[in-house]
Nanobody, 121 residues
Framework: QVQLVESGGRLVQPGGTLRLSCAAS???????IGWFRQAPVKDREFVSW???????AYSASATGRFTITRDSTDDIVYLQMSSLRPEDTGLYYC????????????????WGHGTQVTVSS
């Protein structure tokens, strides 16, 4: 059974940094991978995306603060987040991209269970 597992979320103060990880079981992460987040009572929101050629995409909010990378050796995709703000709080998911527009959740077919990021003083 293919699964994605996110880790690295925790409580962090505004202005702080976090690195989230996305690891796969049952298959490699040698697919384009996207990161989304979902805050309470809000829709799931695109954050970042990386393909196999290391092309990358970011939301407007993430641009300049977040960096997505792929470690081919360990087969993990990372989301490095800096200058965190309270509005970055949410459950962060990684997902396996299939086709379509990478900003839409419908373009992905396998999702992890998420890792909670809370930005608060």
């Amino acid at each position: 059974q293919v699964q994605l597992v996110e880790s690295g979320g925790r409580l962090v103060q505004p202005g702080g940094t976090l690195r989230l990880s996305c690891a796969a079981s049952g298959f490699t992460v040698r697919f384009p991978i996207g990161w989304f987040r979902q805050a309470p009572v809000k829709d799931r929101e695109f954050v970042s995306w990386i393909d196999l050629r290391n092309n990358k995409a970011y939301s407007a909010s993430a641009t300049g603060r977040f960096t997505i990378t792929r470690d081919s050796t360990d087969d993990i995709v990372y989301l490095q987040m800096s200058s965190l703000r309270p509005e970055d709080t949410g459950l962060y998911y990684c997902a396996k991209f299939v086709r379509g527009n990478h900003i839409w959740p419908s373009a992905y077919d396998v999702w992890g269970h998420g890792t909670q990021v809370t930005v608060s003083s």
